[in-house]
């Protein structure tokens, strides 16, 4: 869990100890086994690697945004890259946190740049992107493709960003994932499904990671 406590000014609160939270899960107070503190919040350094995070900054929170292009139509994929670069565009030269940016179609996920705080750094690997080519065929169902090619990506993700302890943002930008009917599947089709999710799932609570998906 990872809690951010503000004042009646809206200010954070960083002095707070283990005993000054209490957590409870069906009304019944669980023991908390660890305790961090907050990371720092003194000027972040320059970061331009996994290599030089994980030397200067180890438990730096990070963002990791990837660019959905399995689910997304390639007519919306334009915007979706515009939308990134207004983002961008406002968060100054030095990002607060250290991004990385990655694409994800069918067939691979591509790392468009490591880890970085420099912005012009993202923009620059943002331009040199090229899309992938539409593959949505017209009567065509690629619901299947899409579903896995999504779960697959997400635990790459989380195995590849597990070896930083840092709590990781993880920015999926697209259309969201692929809608279907669970009651069509049969038994054991739901029993699969419900492996590949729970294994997502801890893949990336085990990394630290929190998914938000960008529409």
Not at 14 to 24: A, S
Not at 63 to 80: G, H, P, S, W, Y
Not at 122 to 150: C, K, M, Y
């Amino acid at each position: 869990l990872d809690v951010v406590v503000t004042n009646s000014n809206g200010e954070v609160v960083t002095n707070l100890k283990r005993e000054d939270f209490q957590v409870y899960e069906d009304k019944l107070p669980q023991v908390i086994q660890t305790f961090d503190p907050p990371p720092s919040t003194s000027a972040n350094p320059p970061i331009h690697s996994t290599a030089e995070l994980d030397r200067v900054e180890p438990d730096a929170p990070v963002n990791v945004i990837v660019l959905d292009e399995i689910n997304t139509r390639f007519q919306d994929e334009a915007f979706a890259r515009y939308s990134l670069k207004r983002f961008l565009d406002q968060q100054g030269n030095t990002l607060e946190h250290p991004t990385l940016l990655a694409a994800v179609d069918l067939n691979r996920l591509t790392l468009l740049s490591d880890y970085t705080t420099s912005r012009d750094d993202l923009l620059s690997a943002l331009d040199r992107h090229f899309t992938t080519s539409p593959w949505h065929t017209e009567g065509r169902s690629w619901q299947v493709e899409e579903f896995n090619a999504s779960f697959m990506a997400l635990m790459e993700i989380a195995e590849a960003t597990s070896g930083h302890p840092g709590h990781k943002s993880l920015l999926w930008i697209g259309r969201g994932f692929p809608r279907f009917d669970p009651s069509a599947l049969s038994p054991p089709q739901s029993q699969t499904l419900r492996q590949v999710i729970e294994a997502c799932a801890n893949g990336l609570r085990d990394a630290r990671a929190s998914l938000y998906t960008v529409e």
